[in-house]
């Protein structure tokens, strides 16, 4: 029964006709076929393909998951400038992700139709028809680079910039930087920041890369670069053999190359090799491409070196480009109150996004308890919750200009004494840090705060976000407050007072003290807790780039997890704050 069973996985013989329609199709085709392997659930064959005059090789293999997965075919017969992988023939038929696949397609099928356009498509970009090759491919860059990166080392890489300027001489020194992503030192992972390719001799202008911010302990890293002009070697340690004999044959004609052509007798060292390479579609989209090897000094043989590809990857104004709204909000600054279950997901969200500049406030230290609905985890234990986002996203979105401050707002003191060691009349800080940004958040769910900076707000003219969740996580609301909004937030509490404007679900058993804890707090985890901080996301973009972002026509929104005492898909609803006669701004 279980050999049965075990049979019964290969899609061939749990569905023999379909086999069948494939060897059908081939033979249709008039293409022979040799089945060389059908093992683990992967059929493979070789296929004598006619093309004309002739026949081609073409090795054909099957997902385990046949017919569902698009099959992969390549050939050592046909070398094409496109749509072909040079490092293993792999043809490029289809799209990837670009639902193209269809299963019920026979393979042969496929083949007839897809390699004639690569054919055709080839012939067309040799005689420089890009109008017409546009018609029959994908507009989008093929870089040679991208195909190195299957023979790359596991998790290093090297950032660059998006179009990194280097000399258009034979070769020179390159200024790295690195760190090390584990414990293993030189003989593990590593990141490292592709600052300068220098000619060797010669004035050279060219401003040194750098990520806006970074954390920890990057050391400068031993390097260089050569051009080539010929075919890559596929295998790293020929390709390091290959431009060291580069080096060697520069150092000839000129002895100040000598130096790179001796590999530095270092832990790891880096060498950057410039070909021609396609960067953007069409006919002026090439430019210099680049691979990089890492030299790791082999500490059980002296003078070897253990080399390995490692990936690159180009860091620049078109970081964002996935993201229209982007653009718009690189110059903006926030001031953000408040970074606890609601705040903290907000605040990676917005720096997700590409803001500018945020000041992040919290009084609180981040408990394992917390854990459940913060975003960081265990390391973060014990830290301030703003030291502890702060360091995140300096560390993992460096385009965005974050500072932190850990106090309470609005605090009061009875002790003359601490009032005495205070510096500066705490009003008038939160009022210089409100004057100086484009849009305040107030996510701290306490009302007392919520109430003083929409005051402060409305006199100083900024716009604001506030946002937290009802009792239990079982609602949420979000107020978007702008300065040319007619109702205020004192407003929005009278209508919700009088039943005027609706409040959202609360759970008033939805709250607990933890132990060890002298303050209670209410249930819900971050799955829940999240539409809200979206919101507040959604709500922020809309203010701050109208232009590219649709902010919609409301000031309130409420939302609501349960219905009738149980859950529900969430469902938000909306509305204008018109003044209340019982409000000094209504009754004005």
């Avoid at 991208?146 to 950032?159: K, T, V």
């Avoid at 000399?167 to 990141?191: H, V, Y």
């Avoid at 996935?322 to 953000?336: M, Q, T």
């Avoid at 004057?435 to 306490?446: E, G, M, P, R």
Wanted: glycine residues 10%; contains cysteine.
């Amino acid at each position: 029964m279980a050999e049965r069973q075990c049979e019964e996985l290969d899609w061939w013989r749990r569905w023999p006709s379909l086999l069948e329609a494939e060897m059908a199709a081939f033979a249709t085709k008039g293409a022979s076929v040799n089945i060389v392997s059908d093992t683990n659930g992967f059929l493979m064959l070789v296929v004598e393909w006619p093309m004309g005059d002739r026949t081609v090789m073409l090795q054909i293999g099957y997902s385990s998951l046949h017919p569902h997965f698009r099959p992969t075919v390549s050939t050592d017969d046909l070398a094409f400038t496109r749509h072909q992988n040079p490092i293993d023939g792999g043809l490029c038929l289809l799209v990837q992700g670009s639902g193209q696949w269809h299963s019920a397609e026979p393979v042969a099928d496929l083949i007839d139709a897809q390699l004639a356009k690569i054919l055709k498509v080839n012939d067309l970009r040799a005689d420089s028809q890009w109008e017409q090759a546009k018609h029959l491919e994908e507009q989008a860059a093929d870089p040679l680079s991208a195909y190195f990166s299957g023979l790359s080392e596991d998790n290093s890489a090297i950032f660059m910039p998006s179009t990194p300027a280097i000399p258009k001489t034979g070769g020179g020194s390159a200024k790295f930087i690195g760190l090390w992503r584990s414990q293993q030192g030189s003989e593990g992972p590593f990141e490292a920041i592709l600052r300068k390719c220098e000619p060797l001799a010669g004035n050279w202008l060219a401003s040194a890369f750098d990520l806006p911010q970074r954390i920890g302990d990057w050391k400068e890293l031993p390097g260089r670069w050569v051009r080539f002009a010929g075919p890559l070697p596929k295998d790293p340690d020929e390709l390091l053999k290959a431009a060291n004999a580069e080096f060697a044959r520069l150092a000839l004609m000129n002895k100040s190359f000598r130096p790179l052509a001796v590999m530095p007798d270092t832990d790891l060292s880096i060498t950057a090799v410039v070909f021609d390479d396609e960067l953007e579609y069409g006919a002026s989209g090439r430019g210099d491409g680049l691979l990089f090897l890492a030299a790791r000094r082999d500490r059980r043989k002296a003078d070897k070196h253990t080399v390995s590809l490692v990936r690159g990857f180009r860091v620049g104004e078109d970081l964002n480009s996935r993201l229209p709204v982007a653009a718009s909000i690189r110059s903006k600054k926030i001031l953000f109150l408040g970074c606890g279950a609601i705040g903290s997901f907000a605040a990676i969200e917005l720096a997700r996004a590409g803001i500018g500049a945020m000041r992040i406030v919290d009084h609180d230290t981040l408990e394992p308890g917390n854990s459940v609905r913060w975003p960081l985890g265990r390391p973060s234990w014990g830290l301030s919750k703003v030291a502890a986002l702060h360091a995140f996203l300096v560390h993992n979105y460096p385009w965005t200009q974050t500072t932190g401050a850990s106090l309470r707002i609005g605090g009061a003191i009875s002790d003359p004494k601490e009032i005495a060691n205070i510096e500066g009349n705490p009003r008038e800080l939160l009022r210089n840090w409100i004057s100086d940004v484009d849009l305040v958040i107030d996510a701290t769910a306490s009302d007392e705060c919520q109430f003083a900076v929409a005051s402060l707000c409305r006199d100083l003219g900024k716009p604001l976000v506030i946002g937290y969740a009802t009792e239990g996580a079982v609602g949420g609301i979000v107020v978007r407050l702008r300065p040319e909004s007619d109702g205020c937030f004192v407003c929005l509490h009278e209508h919700w007072q009088a039943g005027s404007i609706p409040l959202p679900p609360i759970d008033p058993a939805g709250s607990v003290v933890p132990l060890g804890c002298n303050a209670p707090t209410f249930t819900g985890g971050a799955f829940d807790l999240e539409e809200v901080s979206l919101e507040i996301v959604r709500s922020a973009l809309g203010l701050l780039a109208p232009e590219v972002r649709d902010p919609g026509d409301w000031d309130w929104s409420s939302l609501a997890l349960t219905k009738d005492g149980r859950r529900c898909l969430p469902q938000w609803s909306c509305g204008m704050i018109e003044r209340h006669h019982r409000c000094q701004c209504g009754s004005a």
